[in-house]
């Protein structure tokens, strides 16, 4: 991994990467009274290269960021023609962009242990039929009907602004 301090001429020490990390896993929250308050914002790359921002409801797990959406979505169709893009999100004392690469995964172990994840979070997912997609008794209507395709993005670099004395603002690529 190679850590750049963003905030070295400031005097602000490079943030630690495994606490950030520790706060992803955890699903911490912006604030201690923010129960499922936070916010994931993903950013993809429209046909014309303009950014394309949405909330979605991603989960972190096992080093990656992973999100849902449906076939005929604008995300859906921006990441398989160009699969560049990044998640922003708030967690305790610290804001994180993470950039890489969205990867349809349809293997069925494996969208089962994240379907399950987001049960376990308080969306109520489940595989589909198939066991490449995943269903849900309710999901965001832009969404389009189910089954939805689960993504995964392996983060490629990171960048952090720690909002906790001293501060930090640190770069990291992987």
Not at 47 to 75: C, I, L, M, N, Y
Request: glycine fraction near 10%; charge should be negative; proline fraction near 9%.
């Amino acid at each position: 991994m190679e850590i750049v301090n963003l905030g070295e001429a400031d005097g602000l020490p490079p943030v630690d990467w495994a606490a950030v990390v520790a706060k992803l896993d955890a699903g911490s929250t912006p604030r201690p009274d923010a129960v499922n308050a936070r916010t994931t914002w993903l950013c993809t790359v429209n046909e014309d290269g303009s950014p394309h921002v949405t909330a979605v409801g991603a989960v972190w797990v096992d080093g990656a960021f992973w999100f849902q959406t449906g076939a005929g979505t604008r995300k859906a169709s921006n990441v398989a023609r160009d699969p560049r893009c990044s998640v922003a999100v708030s967690i305790r004392d610290a804001d994180v962009v993470i950039e890489g690469a969205a990867v349809r995964v349809t293997e069925p172990g494996a969208v089962a242990r994240i379907a399950r994840a987001w049960a376990d979070n308080g969306w109520p997912a489940e595989p589909d039929e198939s066991g490449s997609g995943i269903t849900a008794p309710f999901n965001a209507p832009s969404q389009g009907p189910p089954p939805w395709n689960v993504y995964r993005i392996e983060p490629r670099s990171a960048t952090v602004v720690s909002s906790t004395e001293p501060g930090g603002l640190t770069r990291f690529r992987f």
